[in-house]
Nanobody, 120 residues
Framework: QVQLVESGGGLVQAGGSLRLSCAAS????????MGWFRQAPGKEREFVAA????????TYADSVKGRFNISRDRAKNTLYLQMNSLKPEDTAVYYC?????????????WGQGTQVTVSS
């Protein structure tokens, strides 16, 4: 089982940028598809972005397309989420997830989350 630890969250003004990291340990990082989800207070956890095991396929929620970029570094066993042009509605706890394929990320392993707060 893979263990995931997120970092990089914080407080940023609208229009600013943050880069989230998710460090993976345990089973081989490259055997997992990875993704980011977020959950705002009083709302359900929602999909943000995902990347395939090879890194060759990425997919994004419409709400972040063009602003966020997901990537992975096999040498560092780390997943990233570069977030640009942040909006107050991006405020949430961000979680990384790992699974065999992108379609099953919600049923996979989860990190503990990192808080992102965007002020207007």
């Amino acid at each position: 089982q893979v263990q995931l630890v997120e970092s990089g969250g914080g407080l940023v003004q609208a229009g600013g940028s943050l880069r989230l990291s998710c460090a993976a340990s345990g089973r081989t990082f490259s055997t997992y598809a990875m993704g980011w989800f977020r959950q705002a207070p009083g709302k359900e956890r929602e999909f943000v972005a995902a990347i395939s095991r090879s890194g060759g396929t990425t997919t994004y929620a419409d709400s972040v397309k063009g602003r966020f970029n997901i990537s992975r570094d096999r040498a560092k066993n780390t997943l990233y989420l570069q977030m640009n042009s942040l909006k107050p509605e991006d405020t949430a706890v961000y979680y990384c997830a790992a699974a065999t394929i992108i379609a099953t990320l919600r049923q996979g392993a989860w990190g503990q989350g990192t808080q992102v707060t965007v002020s207007s």
